[in-house]
């Protein structure tokens, strides 16, 4: 998919571009533009493959894909399990001649099931093109790709030591992969993250997600012949959520919403378990001990006599807080963006992402940067899309920035 772009940079007058001090960001944006083409067709191979989170077959393809590109493109490369996920972690490693160490990640899995990218294969309506998982996140993987050929066609090495990582479990938490991006990021001093935004922005500051479990036990009974026997949880995990419907928090921008609920399986027993799970986001680090402190507290007070209830946080992805070193990175996005008559704003994010493994919250290294992937929006439906248009200034952004990073512009 990616191949050498040596015959367009002759026909653009760019065969001998370098990234030296005579290279204007209007040569790298051409650059940008003469790689379009091929990164289009990378773009349509990984959408055209099914890679839902868990799916085996169609992961395993993607992998194939993106380790031969990869390989392609000069990168030492190793697959390392994702378990207890499904599929691999696939890292590559290009050294260079300086001493930055830059990281690249973005995830391949997509929410959808097999099936998905025969029913709607990547397909262009004029400015949008759509298909699974177009803009989350294989348009961030086509951005990390090409924006490496064009270093390489710019003759750039002048990072440390540029990694990639792509991951196949985002999706559902990252639970094969979380430890992994701690660790590369912990080796680096810049982590740049592919996630799409949804205008011309980079985020400096997304939610971190946790999940809310609410777990009632009741008594079975015969439901027409001895209902009173029994204890029914159904009806007291109803009465519990009404009472915990207001756990949020809007002044510190915490939500917690039910959005799971599962009671018996017979309807002529009384149920004697019901369960319940809540989506929580926030970006106060104190508030996941608040929501589990307070939903405790309320869930004293029954309905039912006899039943008892439990409340449990299971953990999941940390925010990203907003910090002076993303907020940098951010001031330097944009500038590269006005380079060439754009405008680019730092974003804030209600939705968690892999770049909060990434962050360390003491304010040591390394300095991360989300949403620097392609412009989309309709995220984990069948509306989702992306503009092509963002495909070329995307790449530049890249481009320019592991430049500019690599060289402490």
């Known amino acids: ?37 091929a990164a289009m067709k990378t773009w349509k191979a990984l959408v055209n493959v099914d890679s839902g989170t868990g799916y085996k077959q169609g992961l395993t393809h993607i992998e194939a894909l993106l380790v031969e590109q990869l390989k392609y493109l000069g990168a030492a490369v190793k697959a390392i399990s994702a378990s207890p996920s499904v599929g691999d972690n696939i890292i590559g490693t290009f050294p260079g001649t300086g001493d930055k160490r830059i990281l690249l990640m973005i995830h391949y899995d997509t929410v959808f099931p097999p099936g998905e990218a025969k029913r709607r294969p990547f397909h262009m309506q004029g400015d949008r093109v759509y298909g699974p998982g177009v803009a989350d996140a294989k348009g961030g993987a086509v951005i990390i790709l090409h924006a490496i050929q064009m270093l390489e066609d710019l003759n750039f090495d002048g990072y440390g030591k540029l990694t990639v990582l792509f991951n196949p479990d985002e999706e559902t938490g990252s639970f094969g992969s979380r430890d992994l991006i701690k660790k590369l990021a912990s080796r680096s001093d810049y982590v740049l993250s592919y996630e799409p935004p949804d205008r011309q922005g980079v985020t400096v500051q997304t939610n971190g997600i946790t999940q809310l479990m609410l777990k009632v036990i009741g008594r079975a009974s015969h439901a027409g012949q001895a ?13 519990q959520l009404l009472q915990l419907n207001q756990l949020g928090d809007p002044d510190k921008g915490t939500t917690v919403n039910w959005t799971i609920v599962r009671a018996g399986n017979k309807t002529n027993i009384i149920p004697a378990l019901a369960t319940a799970e809540a989506d929580m986001r926030y970006t106060d680090l104190t508030e996941t001990k608040r929501v589990l402190r307070d939903a405790r507290r309320i869930v004293q007070d029954h309905l039912i006599p006899n039943t008892k209830v439990e409340v449990s946080i299971a953990r999941s992805r940390p925010p990203l807080l907003r910090n002076s070193a993303s907020l940098k990175l951010a001031a330097l996005a944009r500038k590269i963006y006005q380079d060439i008559g754009r405008e680019l704003d730092p974003i804030t994010m209600r939705f968690g992402t892999d770049a909060g493994y990434a962050y360390q919250a003491d304010g040591t290294r390394p300095a991360v940067l989300e949403t620097l992937g392609i412009v989309g929006g309709g995220l984990h439906s069948p509306q989702e899309f992306a503009k092509v248009s963002s495909l070329a200034p995307r790449l530049y952004l890249t481009t320019r920035m592991i430049i500019a990073l690599s060289r402490n512009d």
């Open 227 to 239: 209902p009173e026997e029994g204890r029914n949880a159904a009806i007291e995990i109803a009465h």
């Open 1 to 37: 998919m990616v191949k050498t772009i040596a015959g367009m940079l002759a026909l653009c007058g760019l065969a001998n571009i370098a990234a030296d001090a005579r290279t204007t960001s209007y040569d790298i944006l051409k650059l940008a533009k003469a790689e379009q083409p």
